[in-house]
């Protein structure tokens, strides 16, 4: 069982090396191919190489009015009018975006390289980089063994909030927001 320090020691160790060349879309769902590096830490020279997909579910917008109806369920007339309130431009409760993600751990591939970490990532990231053009929305991530879920996570966290203030203007422009 990971304890926080365990979290916040892969939050904190997780890099990308090589980032994906667009963001989620925000009208459409998007996948992202993953390549995640870690270092054995029993070993030396030993390096895991994870591969596999995440795929990001198209942003449902979460309007005023939506959570307005979140609070009716079973409350009074006080809760209702404040829905009511809620509801009204200006709200306090600015619409925001949701995102789905599904990660399937049968789409995963993993083998180990018994070579230095620096070696495989610079190998790797040249290989992955040649292919952007076919596959633009490939990364390469350095992580933790153990956590290495944890460091996917970040990383897909991490896309979410660089996707965002993108795909709210995408919501803008067409006038949803």
């Known amino acids: 069982m990971f304890t926080a320090d365990d979290f916040q020691y892969a939050l904190e160790n997780t890099r990308v090396l090589l980032g994906p060349q667009r963001q989620i879309e925000t009208f459409g769902n998007t ?3 993953f390549h995640l590096l870690t270092e054995s ?21 979460l309007t005023p009015a939506h959570h307005a109806q979140l609070l009716l369920d079973n409350f009074g007339e006080k809760a209702r009018e404040f829905a009511e309130w809620l509801r009204q ?12 993600f599904q990660f399937r751990r049968s789409e995963i591939s993993q083998h180990v390289v018994h070579e230095s970490v620096e070696n495989v990532s610079e190998r790797l990231c040249a290989q992955v980089a040649a292919a952007h053009a076919d596959e633009p929305l490939s990364a390469v991530i350095q992580g933790v063994d153990d956590a290495w879920e944890v460091c996917l996570l970040k990383f897909t966290m991490d896309l979410v909030q660089g996707s965002a203030a993108s795909n709210t203007n ?5 006038g949803l927001l």
């Open 170 to 174: 995408d919501l803008r422009r067409r």
């Open 89 to 100: 431009p200006g709200s306090p409760l600015a619409a925001v975006l949701k995102y789905g």
């Open 41 to 61: 830490m029993d070993r030396v020279n030993e390096v895991r190489v994870r591969e596999g997909t995440v795929y990001a579910q198209r942003p449902q917008l």
């Open 31 to 33: 996948h992202f191919r």
